[in-house]
């Protein structure tokens, strides 16, 4: 069954990092490391800090979510599938997208 939703809000997360000064560091372009030692020592020395979150209005969006179900019988034995598909679209500023979320189960099954 379609469903129509309407969305007005959203929450965004922020995170800094160090990448600009390990840019600056001359084994960011050494050619004489191995890959792994490469992979060690960016890794390593990498930081990640979350800048905090804000919630804020958007435009008003419309949401598309759908439901389907499918089964079939032939004698004992019945197979069957249920799917879900969710569209959510954003908007901010000069911000925007959408995101595409979904899935499917399965069943195969006798009757005894």
Same mark, same amino acid.
């Given at each position: 069954?379609?469903?129509?939703?309407?969305?007005?809000?959203?929450?965004?997360?922020?995170?800094?990092?160090?990448?600009?000064?390990?840019?600056?560091?001359?084994?960011?372009?050494?050619?004489?490391?191995?890959?792994?030692?490469?992979?060690?020592?960016?890794?390593?020395?990498?930081?990640?800090?979350?800048?905090?979150?804000?919630?804020?209005?958007? +435009?008003?969006?419309?949401?598309?979510?759908?439901?389907?179900?499918?089964?079939?019988?032939? +004698?004992?034995?019945?197979?069957?599938?249920?799917?879900?598909?969710?569209?959510?679209?954003?908007?901010?500023?000069?911000?925007? +997208?959408?995101?595409?979320?979904?899935?499917?189960?399965?069943?195969?099954?006798?009757?005894?």
């Amino acid at each position: 069954m379609p469903m129509l939703t309407l969305v007005n809000r959203i929450q965004a997360y922020g995170y800094g990092t160090n990448v600009e000064q390990l840019m600056q560091d001359p084994r960011f372009l050494d050619e004489d490391i191995t890959n792994d030692e490469w992979d060690q020592w960016f890794y390593g020395n990498l930081r990640i800090a979350p800048m905090g979150d804000k919630t804020f209005n958007s +435009g008003m969006t419309i949401n598309f979510d759908a439901r389907l179900s499918v089964t079939y019988n032939f +004698g004992r034995y019945f197979a069957g599938a249920y799917g879900q598909f969710s569209n959510m679209r954003y908007r901010h500023n000069s911000s925007h +997208g959408y995101l595409n979320d979904w899935y499917v189960n399965t069943s195969l099954g006798i009757r005894l």
